[in-house]
């Protein structure tokens, strides 16, 4: 029961809660009343501990769960919070006689703890004691004595509880230590509590600290400053680390990587790159002599978000952002104190939205988003004075205590939780995800312990609870429907991307329908309305979108669990829902229903479907097979549908020819494979259409779309002489193909001759080759002369020696004459021809003769055409038309028009000319052979002057181009300014 004492407390805190105690004082006298309708809820709840100390209380620290109480007569209380009512109690007294105790440190998961000890009247006798919850005895390391610890950096990192890993020390002097205490026994041969201890770092000098053994880090620059708060991280994944630390006016930051993981001391190389540069600090002046450095961390293991830091003008924080190179700090700002003259207050905690500063008498809660007071509590003088607030990093509840009592602060809606009242406890954390969560699963697990499993799945699923923890209980207690109502609550909540998480949970439902329906098959209930009403459940599960696409993408493993549990029923119905015909048509052919399964393939658009089970069908239906697939069109490759077609039979090769044919003629299909087959059907199965084909096919090699050699040798084997003989016509083998077909018909091989119309030889030969056979193997004279007028190319001369010995003239007679007729004209038009070339030899003669009586006279005042100079001057060339030229001018004005061969000739040639000199010829002037030099000359005037540059076709040919070309534009109009 509550006493009247504790009734008047929380009254107190409520009225303070209110809107209204954030009004100033000065408001009262303006005349308004300020009245509210309906009195607002604190934010946080005040709840007062179960707990009697036997003394002042002096120190308390919280990590865990884990409650550690130290009151003013030496004694420390351990306590655990999920037992309180098994306290550990531990006498310091021996430790304290000529010491007091400043402060505790408690690592976050509560194994190390650690006590620093001073002296009031000298620093000399610091003293750190050290506590592992696996015992009550206290350890001296003795290393730190004349060092007070004022600050203590933990290891998030280290889930140990036999070390405390690498931790960091800072002291009363402005000095930073790296240790890691173990409890004895740790280590072999350890004879100390610390594994190892080193001053950071060892081997720079000190600011004026002489005497110490070793050299330290010190950050107060000999000083003296005494180290506030301590704290450091490792950024998850990396090797990056920063550290922050806080004195009464200033805040540091030193961010480094650890490279050598097994190098011990560990953290001293965060430290090395700020040996001989300066650290980077926050100065904000203040007389006070403390501060405190405080961290929210939203998740215990990870990384903190927030920092805050108290000083006299304010509380500093702001966000902290671990991708920074030289500043890990974003976001800050200074919250002031409410009102700007309270005074710093004597510590303080900090959530996610608020700070909470403790006062000697009050507590104050301000937000972070508008720098407003939201919450004030009044403590009772009964209770003494506050002496601290703290906060659990792990658990993040807020714990305050006076000289004679422990608080334990709450959020409203914990109050609400703890009380049942679920509801309301949403209305005051629906802004806070994370606190919005924790009452669904305290509403979940009410549920659960009451049975009420349907509710407890539902809510659940709306927590961020672990999946296979909440599954495993539903498991545990075989609540089956429970299961499938979380899983498919959880279903809707994930997003589309979630295609793994989505997968699982849909087989898994999946799963436990079939289960609930297999076991009512086999109890003999499947048509009763609860088997009907399952059946309907799964239906409409199936039935969802996000269901259907996952079935749709896992069909092979979803068809197989279905299998497994022989539920063929749904397994049919499913394929249908999914369109998934491939598994309907396989079903059909299993159970030799194959017009079935041709029906089930027409209706579909899915040509796959057709290659894949046109072999099966082919076997069975081949007739109606056949007119589907012509049924389809353009819309199958014939290709692919070969493997359906090379299996055929005799019985079922009409078909295959009937498609292939209109393949072949219908769709213009000029695949080889496609004719190769066809005409390997008609070789087998009808010769008849074979030379049919042939002959549409035509006598061009280069347009037949089957292969000629494979042909050949399929004919050849089926002993079809006739097409034997069109393949190697069209192959070239000409004297084959009249060899073959003289063994059918003479008609044929006459035929076969007449075709090689642009090579005359050939056809004579070929002839010949016929005419032989006719006259020999048959022994016609009179065939053999109708023979001769078949062919122009074959006269009775070619012939005669095929004939017997005892043959007559008679019988050539009309023929012979013939034959000398034709000769004897023959003879007369060679005659005419001589007559002819014998007259035009003459005029050319005459011709030469006279070009070699014509010459030109030039004149001492002509000049050149091009340079206008006297033309005498130089060597010149002079034409018909009467222009003349120097050489070199001429050279240079056809050069550009020469194509690019010749004017590449003509650069040769002259460096050929240069080369030679007068004695070099090896031919005398007298030599009636020219010489080499007399060579290239000629070479080089039939280029240059093989026509006038002004009336010759060249002259002609350049009529389109520019005065200036392209290149020379530029430079030719800067001339022109």
């Known amino acids: 029961m509550t006493s009247m004492f504790d009734q008047y407390e929380q009254a107190s805190q409520r009225f303070k809660g209110t809107a209204g105690s ?92 650690l006590l620093s000890l001073s002296s009031r009247n000298t620093e000399a006798l610091a003293e750190l004691l050290y506590l592992s919850r696996k015992t009550s005895k206290l350890k001296q390391p003795s290393k730190y004595k004349g060092h007070e610890v004022t600050a203590v950096g933990w290891n998030f990192g280290n889930d140990s509880d036999i070390t405390t890993g690498p931790i960091l020390l800072g002291t009363s002097k402005g000095l930073i230590f790296e240790t890691q205490i173990a409890q004895d026994g740790d280590g072999i041969f350890q004879s100390s509590l610390e594994q190892y201890w080193r001053q950071l770092p060892s081997y720079l000098p000190l600011y004026g600290a002489r005497d110490v053994d070793g050299l330290v880090f010190d950050i107060g620059k000999g000083n003296s400053t005494s180290i506030t708060g301590l704290q450091f991280h490792r950024v998850p994944g990396s090797e990056k ?28 190389q965060i430290f090395n790159s700020y040996l001989n540069v300066p650290e980077g600090f926050q100065d904000i002046p203040s007389s006070l002599k403390y501060s405190k450095l405080q961290f929210y961390y939203p998740n215990p293991k990870g990384l903190p978000k927030t920092f805050a830091w108290l000083t006299e003008p304010g509380i500093f924080y702001g966000q902290l952002d671990t991708n920074g190179q030289n500043s890990v700090v974003t976001n800050s700002q200074l919250l002031q104190y409410h009102p700007p003259n309270s005074g710093a207050p004597l510590a303080f905690v900090i959530t996610e939205f608020h700070v909470l500063l403790l006062y000697a008498d009050h507590v104050k809660g301000i937000s972070l988003l508008n720098h407003e007071l939201v919450f004030e509590d009044v403590y009772s003088e009964s209770f003494g004075k506050l002496v601290n607030i703290t906060q659990d990093p792990v658990k993040g509840t807020i714990w305050a205590f006076t000289e004679k009592a422990v608080f334990r602060y709450n959020f409203l809606w914990q109050v609400y939780v703890e009380k049942g009242e679920f509801e309301l406890a949403k209305q005051y954390c629906k802004d806070n995800p994370a606190h919005m969560d924790q009452v ?167 040509k796959e479907l057709f290659y894949h089970f046109a072999p099966a069908l082919m076997q069975f239906v081949p007739k109606q097979m056949v007119s589907a697939l012509i049924s389809q069109g353009r819309g199958l490759s014939p290709a692919k549908l070969l493997p359906a077609l090379v299996t ?175 000769y004897n004209q023959h003879i007369q038009d060679l005659k005419e021809e001589m007559e002819e070339a014998t007259k035009s030899a003459q005029v050319i003669r005459e011709e030469i003769q006279a070009f070699r009586n014509r010459y030109a006279s030039v004149q001492a005042r002509d000049a050149c055409s091009v340079c206008d100079l006297q033309l005498l001057m130089r060597p010149f060339y002079l034409f018909p038309c009467g222009h003349h030229f120097h050489s070199d001018c001429l050279l240079t004005e056809l050069n550009p028009m020469l194509p690019p061969g010749k004017r590449s000739k003509l650069r040769d040639l002259q460096r050929q000319l240069a080369t030679f000199s007068a004695r070099d010829d090896n031919v ?38 520019p005065f200036i070309e392209d290149e020379d534009y530029e430079r030719v109009m800067k001339e022109w300014e």
């Open 22 to 113: 954030s009004v100033r004082p000065e408001m009262s006298t303006t005349g308004f009343i300020h009245m509210k309708l309906e009195e607002e809820p604190p934010i946080f709840s005040k709840q007062k501990v179960n707990f009697s100390p036997t003394d002042r209380i002096t120190h308390l620290a919280v990590s865990s769960e884990l409650l550690v109480l130290v009151m003013a007569n030496n004694v420390l209380l351990r306590i655990d919070l999920r037992q309180p009512d098994k306290p550990q109690e531990i006498e310091l007294g021996k430790y304290m006689s000529h010491l007091r105790l400043s402060d505790v440190f408690l690592d976050p998961l509560g194994h190390h703890l």
């Open 440 to 606: 669904l699963v305290k509403q979940a697990e009410m549920y659960f312990t009451n049975k009420l499993y349907e509710k407890s799945a539902v809510h659940y699923a709306e927590t961020q609870s672990s999946f296979e923890e909440v599954t495993l209980k539903f498991l545990q207690v075989w609540q089956i429907e429970a299961l499938k109502t979380f899983l498919k609550k959880k279903l809707e909540g994930l997003k589309h991307q979630d295609k793994m998480q989505i997968t699982m949970i849909v087989i898994w439902v999946i799963e436990l329908f079939l289960n609930q329906l297999g076991t009512l098959r086999d109890e003999g209930m499947k048509n009763t309305n609860e088997y009907i009403s399952l059946q309907k459940e799964l239906d409409a599960f199936l039935a969802r979108p996000q269901v259907m696409e996952c079935v749709k993408n896992n069909r092979g493993t979803i068809y197989d669990l279905m299998a497994s549990h022989g539920d063929k029923d749904n397994l049919i119905k499913l394929t249908i829902i999914n369109k998934d015909f491939e598994r309907v048509i396989r079903h059909h052919i299993h159970k030799n229903n194959y017009l079935e399964a041709l029906d089930v393939l027409k209706s579909q658009n899915r």
């Open 241 to 268: 680390y920063f550290v922050l630390v806080t004195t009464p006016n200033r805040l540091y930051q030193f961010i480094g990587y650890v490279t050598k993981s097994d190098e011990k001391p560990l953290l001293q």
């Open 924 to 961: 005398s002037v007298g030599s009636a052979t020219m010489s080499a030099r007399d060579q290239i000359k000629c070479d080089i005037d039939s280029i240059i002057a093989s026509e006038c540059l002004y009336c010759g076709e060249m002259m002609i040919r350049a009529i389109d181009q």
């Open 648 to 822: 055929v039979d005799e019985y079922q090769a009409g078909e295959a020819v009937h498609y292939l044919e209109f393949c072949v003629q219908t769709l213009g299909c000029q695949q080889q494979a496609i004719h190769n087959y066809l005409l390997s059907l008609y070789a087998r199965f009808k010769p008849q259409s074979l030379m049919n084909y042939l002959a549409m096919q035509g006598q061009d090699a280069s347009m037949v779309s089957y292969d000629i050699h494979y042909a050949l040798r399929l004919c050849q084997e089926k002993n079809l002489t006739e097409a034997c003989v069109q393949l190697s016509a069209l192959l070239g083998l000409w004297e084959s193909a009249v060899d073959l077909a003289l063994t059918i018909d003479v008609k044929l091989a006459t035929q076969t001759a007449s075709l090689p119309q642009n090579d005359p030889e050939l056809r004579k030969k070929l002839w010949l080759k016929i005419a032989k056979h006719v006259v020999r193997e048959k022994d016609d004279i009179q065939q053999a002369m109708q023979f001769l007028q078949q062919c122009e190319l074959i006269k009775i001369e070619d012939i005669l020696p095929f004939f017997s010995d005892f043959v007559t003239i008679d019988h050539f007679k009309d023929a012979i004459c013939t034959s000398l007729q034709e």
